[in-house]
């Protein structure tokens, strides 16, 4: 069992977590929530992250890039505790588990979410696969934005009200909070990429860190949390939302400390501030969703 926990990469499950949480905080404060849709959703997309993190596991071991020179997390696949045939019948098993649960959603939010699920699993396997693996080149961050972020939250806001109105919804508010967790979930990936940048440089990894440098991709880390802090600023003067969302600005304090770690730690000392910023996501979204429906 601890083989297969250490290849799931718990630590990184907030990215998965975190949106379900949000969008289904604002589908009940407008009256849509149904717990069983928040389950399934919140299933599915933990076991589509982890699908993701087997492949992801699987090639860059074959790619050489998790090796024992990284100075991240061990890796199954690498340190020998799994093997290949294993990771692979494990991938088939979680995507397969993952689209079982997804034909009842696509019941319930017809063709957006079975775009949304197909489009999801696909980059899932592109991410390190394929002739043009995102994390290879400089996509990673924009794929994390995006399905972590942006997806994930408005597919979740949609499922909630297409399950009460048969026809679901769209809001801007789903995008625009979309963006504030998307942020953060992004911060974790720079952190990853951050603290591997010399290793990812010497087996060919050109993650946008490798392409920005370090310099720069600290910048990134910074920009991204000024993002994810303005968002309830804007949401509260521009769209109107109570002042109860202020309680999300509990969590500054961490989020400084963190930005400070991240530029004036480097290598294996930022792996503390990777669980951080993890945790930082979970922690920002409870208190977001709280604030957002109370």
């Not at 009256?31 to 399934?40: A, E, P, T």
């Not at 699993?121 to 693996?133: K, V």
């Not at 924009?142 to 399950?163: D, E, N, Q, R, W």
């Not at 310099?215 to 303005?230: D, F, G, N």
Request: charge should be neutral; glycine fraction near 8%; hydrophobic fraction near 50%.
């Amino acid at each position: 069992m601890h083989r297969w926990i250490l290849a799931s990469r718990p630590k990184t499950l907030t990215a998965a977590i975190a949106p379900v949480i949000l969008g289904s905080s604002l589908a009940f404060q407008e009256g849509y929530f149904s717990s069983l849709i928040f389950i399934i959703i919140l299933i599915t997309a933990i076991l589509i992250q982890i699908g993701t993190n087997f492949v992801n596991d699987l090639f860059d071991y074959i790619n050489g890039a998790d090796n024992n020179d990284r100075l991240g997390p061990d890796r199954a696949l690498q340190k020998g505790l799994l093997s290949k045939s294993e990771i692979e019948s494990a991938i088939f098993f979680v995507f397969t588990f993952a689209v079982v649960l997804g034909f009842y959603l696509a019941l319930i939010g017809d063709w957006p979410i079975v775009v949304i699920g197909s489009l999801s699993i696909l980059f899932g396997f592109l991410y390190t696969s394929g002739p043009y693996p995102l994390a290879y080149n400089g996509l990673g961050d924009i794929f994390v934005f995006i399905f972590f972020g942006l997806v994930s939250v408005f597919g979740t806001y949609y499922l909630h009200t297409a399950f009460y109105s048969h026809i679901g919804k769209f809001c801007i508010e789903s995008i625009i909070l979309g963006s504030a967790v998307g942020s953060i979930s992004t911060g974790i990936l720079v952190v990853n990429n951050l603290r591997d940048i010399d290793n990812d440089k010497e087996y060919g990894k050109n993650t946008l860190a490798v392409l920005l440098g370090k310099k720069l991709t600290k910048v990134e880390y910074l920009l991204l949390m000024i993002i994810a802090y303005i968002i309830p600023i804007y949401i509260s003067y521009i769209l109107g939302y109570k002042s109860s969302i202020y309680i999300v600005y509990f969590t500054l304090p961490i989020a400084v400390q963190l930005i400070l770690q991240v530029f004036f730690k480097e290598g294996s000392d930022l792996n503390k501030t990777l669980e951080g910023t993890a945790k930082l996501l979970l922690l920002y979204t409870l208190l977001f969703s709280f604030g957002i429906v109370v």
